[in-house]
C-alpha cells in the first residue's frame, strides 16, 4: 500500500456489476472495505473478504469515506445522506440523473466542506489519456471532427437500466463517458444534436438501442458520440478517432490493445458491460487511487464533480433534442428537472 | 458485339481508371473528349495529352464525341456538368454511367432522370463501393436476416482532399459543396442499398473547415451528417476529408450495421499488405478494383438493353440507378441546407 492511502477504511455503497471492479482496485490499494448493500453485500464480502454493515448510517460513521456504486436514481440520496454525514464522496457515474440534482449535492458538499468526486473512468484508460496529452501538446494542430464509439451487450433486458427514470437510458448511462471525453478532448459544447433508435416509448428503453449525438464545440470542433446497447453476448468495445488539422490520432478496443486470445475450451472471453482493462494497471485502480489522494489532500484529481454534472447536463440536452427534433443551443438550455 | 463507348470529360479523376479498363477490353470501341481540360486550373496533362496518356482515342469536342454514335457514355465531367452531357447522351440515344453524385442540385438531378425515362437509356450511378465483396457479404447478411431488425448504421468515408490533382473538388459551384458533397453519398448509397432505397425523412448536419485551413479551402471540409430514414433507420456518416496528406493511402470507407442480432462492419479498402519503406508506411491495397465490376454490370447492362427505344424502359436497370442517385442527392441537399441554417432539415 502507497504510504498517501495508509490505515484507509472505503465505506462502499452497493454491490452490483460494477462493485467488483472497485472492491479489487480497493483491495490492491490495501484498504479497509466496509460494505452495505440492499442487495448482494454478503455475497461480495464473502468473495473479497469485506466487513458487511447492516445501515448506511453504520457505515457512514465508520468510513473515512464513500464510494457509491448503487443504481444510478439512488446517487443523488445517498450523496446527500453521507454529505450530511460530513463523509467526502466518490460517486459512480452519472453523479445524478439531472444537471439539477448533480448541482444540488454539489452546493450541498460545498456548503458542508465536503468533497465529492464523480468516478469518470474513462478519463484513467490509458488510450483516452494518451489522446488527451498528445491533443494538449499540439500533436494533431487544431481539433476539427471526432468520433467516439462505446457498445456494450444490453443490460436493459431485465433489472433497472431499462427504466429510464431509474437508469436515464443508453445515452446517461453509456454515452455519459463519450460526452465527458468529447468535452475534454474537445472543449466545451455549443450544441448537442441527438437521435435514438428505437425511440424509449413509456419509460422504457428498448433492448437493443442506439443513439448517436452530435455535439459542435466552443472550438469549432464537431463530436459524434455513438452507444449501443447491443445484442446479448456484445462484447463491451470502445474506441475514437480524433482528426486534427495536421494529424489523426484513432484507437479501437477490438484491435489496439496488444493481446488477442484464441482458446478453445476455458477462454475467459470478453467482459459483457464493463470494459476488460488493459493488461497493465487498472484503470479503475489508477481512478480510485487518484480520488482518494484528492480526499486526503493530494492534488486535485483529473475529472471534477463540476464534470460530472455537465456530462449529465449534455446527456439531458440530447434527450431535449430528441423530444424536439432539433439541435439545442447549450447557452440557453435549461433542464427541464424531467429525468425520464 | 462491339460495343462503342464515349467517356465524356477527364474532370473527375476517375475517368482515367475508367479509361484504362475500357482500353484493355475486347468489343470496346472508346472515344474520349475533354474539351474543358486546356481551361483547368490544375497543373498536368488533360485533354489529347491525357487521352494519349491512358491510351485511348480523342476528339476535340462533344459535338464530335457526341456525332460518333457512341451506345453508352460514361460521364466524368464536374458535378455541375453532369445534367448537360447526361441529357446531351440521352438525346442521342446513348445509355450512360454517371459519375457520383448524380448532380449539384435535386432539380438538376429530376430533369436528368426525366431525361433518361424518356429517351429510354439506361442511368447508372457510378457507386463502386456497392460492388465490394465485404458489401455484397454483408448484403447478403443483411437480406439474410442474420443481423436480426437493423436499426443503426454509422458509416465514414474519410480520405485526402482531392486538392493536387483537381482544384474544381473544392470549388462550391462546380462541386456543388466540398467533402459534404463528395463523401457523404457514397455511404448514403451503400445505406440506400441495405434498406431496398429508404427515403430519408429528417436530416441534420454539421460541418466545418478546421481541416485544410492551410489551402485557403472556401468550402466544408469535415463534418457529420445524421439521417432518419422513412423504414425507422438511424444513421450517421463521417465525410470528412480528415487522412492527412501524407496518410499511407487515400482514405476510405467503413459501415458499422447493428440489428437485434448482433452488428457487421466492412472497411471495403482495408484489405492491404502493410509495411514501412524509405518513404515511411507501406499500403499495398489488395481488394480487387471495384471500378471494373461497376462498368462491367453497366456494360452488360447496356448489351443486354441493346439500343434504346424511346419511351420504353430499357430491358436491364442496373443497380445503383438514378433513383438511388436523387435519393442520396436529396440527402446532400437537406445535409447542405442544415448546416447552413444549423437546424436539422426534414425531407
Known sequence: ?340 | MTLKVALASFAHVHAGSYAHLLAAMPDIEVLAADPDGASAPDPGPRGAALAEAFGVPYVDTYDELFAWGPDAVIVTSENAGHRALVERAASVGAHVLCEKPLATEVADGEAMLAACEAAGVILMIAYPVRFAPSYLQLRANVEAGRLGDVFAVLGTNNGKIPYAARQWFVDAKQAGGGAMVDHTVHCADLIDGLTGGASATRVYAASNRILHQDKGVEVETGGLVTINYDNGLMATIDFSWSVPDNGPTWGGVSLQVTGTNGSVEIEPFLPHVGGTDANGQVFLGIGGNLDEAMVDTFLDAVRTAGPAVAGQPPAVVPQPDGAVGLRTLRIVDAARRSAASGQAVDV
Not at chain 1, 148 to 158: D, K
Not at chain 1, 187 to 211: F, L, R, W
Not at chain 1, 294 to 312: F, H, I, K, Q, Y
Open chain 1, 1 to 340: 500500500m502507497s504510504e498517501e492511502l495508509a490505515g484507509l477504511t472505503v465505506g462502499l455503497i452497493g454491490a452490483g456489476n460494477i462493485s467488483h471492479v472497485h472492491v479489487a482496485a480497493w483491495k490492491a490499494l490495501g484498504a479497509r472495505v466496509l460494505v452495505h448493500s440492499l442487495e448482494g453485500a454478503e455475497e461480495l464480502s464473502e468473495q473479497y473478504g469485506l466487513e458487511v454493515v447492516a445501515s448506511l448510517e453504520g457505515c457512514l460513521a465508520e468510513a473515512e469515506f464513500v464510494d457509491i456504486v448503487t443504481p444510478s436514481a439512488t446517487h443523488k440520496e445517498i450523496t446527500l445522506a453521507a454529505i450530511k454525514a460530513g463523509k467526502n464522496v466518490i460517486c459512480e457515474k452519472p453523479l445524478t440523473l439531472t444537471a439539477a440534482d448533480a448541482h444540488e449535492v454539489i452546493d450541498a458538499a460545498n456548503a458542508a466542506g465536503v468533497r465529492l468526486y464523480p468516478a469518470h473512468v474513462v478519463r484513467y484508460f490509458p488510450e483516452y489519456k494518451a489522446a488527451y496529452d498528445a491533443i494538449r501538446a499540439g500533436r494533431i494542430g487544431e481539433v476539427a471532427v471526432a468520433r467516439f464509439y462505446r457498445q456494450a451487450s444490453s443490460p436493459a433486458g431485465a433489472g433497472w437500466y431499462r427504466e429510464v427514470a431509474r437508469s436515464g437510458g443508453v445515452i446517461m448511462d453509456l454515452m455519459v463517458h463519450d460526452l465527458d471525453q468529447a468535452r475534454w478532448l474537445c472543449g466545451e459544447v455549443t450544441t448537442v444534436y441527438a437521435a435514438q433508435n428505437p425511440p424509449t416509448v413509456d419509460g422504457i428503453s428498448p433492448v437493443n438501442v442506439a443513439a448517436h449525438v452530435t455535439l459542435t464545440h466552443e472550438s469549432g470542433a464537431i463530436s459524434h458520440c455513438r452507444a449501443t446497447w447491443g445484442a446479448t453476448g456484445t462484447t463491451f468495445q470502445t474506441g475514437f478517432q480524433v482528426a486534427g488539422s495536421t494529424g489523426v490520432l484513432r484507437f479501437t478496443s477490438e484491435a489496439d490493445t496488444g493481446y488477442k486470445e484464441e482458446l478453445q475450451n476455458g477462454g475467459a472471453g470478453g467482459d459483457l458491460l464493463i470494459p476488460a482493462s488493459s493488461l497493465g494497471e487498472s484503470p479503475y485502480l489508477t481512478q480510485l487511487r487518484e480520488l482518494a489522494a484528492g480526499l486526503r489532500g493530494g492534488p486535485e484529481p483529473r475529472v471534477l464533480a463540476s464534470d460530472g454534472a455537465t456530462a449529465v447536463y449534455l446527456a439531458e440536452a440530447a434527450r431535449a433534442s430528441m423530444e424536439s427534433g432539433q439541435p439545442i443551443d447549450m447557452k440557453t438550455f435549461v433542464s427541464s428537472g424531467a429525468v425520464a
